[in-house]
């Protein structure tokens, strides 16, 4: 349960200049000034922004606001700019939500013992009210809450985050929302219906319990616009190799379903987006790609393989 409301004050370098009696000249400054920040019960805390019109200074001022609020156990947050361009106030709140929603993020599922944020509600004053903000912070959290998904997959390990498993999380991200999105999730005989050696290939060095699946959604409403996305890894090893951290390495696939979580809630007319992420376990035993084979893809081009990793192929 949170333990009271957070008053947060954003200050830029302009704002936090002082008169000859070493007063702020801005007033809201002024005013709280009397307090001499203390950090005691009924005080407000100042983040200042390195600079007024940079987005990451906006977003690193919401992460901070992130921070402060759990800190301090609070249930509501209140955060005001001494000063804002008008023009830009509508793109300064959603940077600072966003910040506020992914500084507040942290993966607990693989901790004993965590502690949930207690912060409920953040309010942001003097950037107006009405719809067209509403409709700036409900996309700001959109997008922010698809990053997150993003990182709540790359932070599993493989032995979590199979192939099935992921492909189990693009048909959800699918089903929830169905009035957009189509699925269509190939298993490892479909994939070899279809001749897809390459990929195939891949995956020949995996465990059985552990089969690939090639998924393919598609977002229309309705349709205009194509965008294929891609994502891979290989092995590596020996000394520097940072093995233990190759799950990083399926970034890429986190980003596109993240993304795909992102636009299912947007919704955005006139686009037509494909999602495309090939997964499988690309391991070492006897039954994988080796030096000098030739392998076919889909399209019935032939590929030698002339290095001993996945990536570097040569197409004859």
Same mark, same amino acid.
């Given at each position: 349960?949170?333990?009271?409301?957070?008053?947060?004050?954003?200050?830029?370098?302009?704002?936090?200049?002082?008169?000859?009696?070493?007063? %702020?000249?801005?007033? @809201?400054? /002024?005013?709280?000034?009397?307090?001499? %920040?203390?950090?005691?019960?009924?005080?407000?805390?100042?983040?200042?922004?390195?600079?007024?019109?940079?987005?990451? !200074?906006?977003?690193?001022?919401?992460?901070?606001?992130?921070?402060?609020?759990?800190?301090?156990?609070?249930?509501?947050?209140?955060?005001?700019?001494?000063?804002?361009? #008008?023009?830009?106030?509508?793109?300064?709140?959603?940077?600072?939500?966003?910040?506020?929603?992914?500084?507040?993020?942290?993966?607990?599922?693989?901790?004993?013992?965590?502690?949930?944020?207690?912060?409920?509600? $953040?309010?942001?004053?003097?950037?107006?009210?009405?719809?067209?903000?509403? #409709?700036?912070?409900?996309? !700001?959290?959109?997008?922010?809450?698809?990053?997150? %998904?993003?990182?709540?997959?790359?932070?599993?390990?493989?032995?979590?985050?199979?192939?099935? $498993?992921?492909?189990?999380?693009?048909?959800? $991200?699918?089903?929830?929302?169905?009035?957009?999105?189509?699925? #269509?999730?190939? /298993?490892?005989?479909?994939?070899?219906?279809?001749?897809?050696?390459?990929?195939? !290939?891949?995956?020949?060095?995996?465990?059985?319990?552990?089969?690939?699946?090639?998924?393919?959604?598609?977002?229309?409403?309705?349709?205009?616009?194509?965008?294929?996305?891609?994502?891979?890894? #290989?092995?590596?090893?020996?000394?520097?190799?940072?093995?233990?951290?190759?799950? %990083?390495?399926?970034?890429?696939?986190?980003?596109?379903?993240?993304? !795909?979580?992102?636009?299912?809630?947007?919704?955005?007319?006139?686009?037509?987006?494909?999602?495309?992420?090939?997964?499988?376990? /690309?391991?070492?035993?006897?039954?994988?790609?080796?030096?000098?084979?030739?392998?076919?893809?889909?399209?019935?081009?032939? @590929?030698?393989? /002339?290095?001993?990793?996945?990536?570097?192929?040569?197409?004859?």
């Amino acid at each position: 349960m949170g333990l009271g409301f957070l008053t947060l004050v954003g200050v830029t370098e302009k704002d936090s200049t002082r008169d000859a009696t070493s007063k %702020f000249e801005n007033p @809201i400054l /002024n005013k709280l000034d009397a307090h001499d %920040f203390a950090g005691k019960p009924g005080q407000s805390t100042v983040l200042r922004l390195p600079s007024a019109s940079s987005p990451a !200074a906006f977003q690193d001022l919401g992460e901070a606001v992130a921070t402060v609020a759990k800190a301090s156990q609070s249930s509501s947050v209140a955060v005001a700019l001494s000063s804002h361009d #008008n023009e830009s106030k509508l793109s300064s709140a959603s940077v600072i939500v966003s910040g506020v929603v992914l500084g507040l993020f942290e993966d607990c599922r693989y901790k004993s013992e965590s502690k949930k944020p207690s912060l409920s509600s $953040v309010d942001i004053i003097g950037f107006g009210t009405g719809p067209e903000l509403e #409709n700036k912070l409900k996309y !700001a959290e959109d997008v922010s809450y698809g990053v997150i %998904f993003g990182r709540e997959l790359i932070n599993p390990p493989a032995n979590v985050l199979t192939p099935a $498993v992921l492909a189990d999380e693009a048909a959800k $991200v699918a089903s929830t929302y169905s009035d957009v999105f189509s699925a #269509n999730i190939l /298993n490892e005989e479909q994939c070899r219906e279809l001749k897809m050696g390459s990929y195939l !290939a891949v995956a020949a060095a995996s465990a059985k319990a552990n089969p690939p699946f090639f998924i393919h959604l598609v977002y229309r409403l309705p349709s205009a616009l194509l965008e294929p996305n891609f994502g891979g890894y #290989n092995i590596k090893v020996g000394p520097g190799s940072s093995i233990k951290l190759m799950k %990083f390495d399926m970034g890429g696939s986190a980003a596109i379903l993240g993304t !795909a979580k992102a636009i299912g809630e947007i919704k955005r007319p006139g686009v037509e987006v494909h999602f495309i992420v090939a997964v499988c376990e /690309n391991m070492i035993s006897g039954t994988g790609m080796r030096h000098g084979d030739v392998i076919t893809a889909s399209n019935e081009k032939t @590929i030698e393989l /002339n290095k001993t990793t996945t990536q570097m192929l040569k197409v004859v």
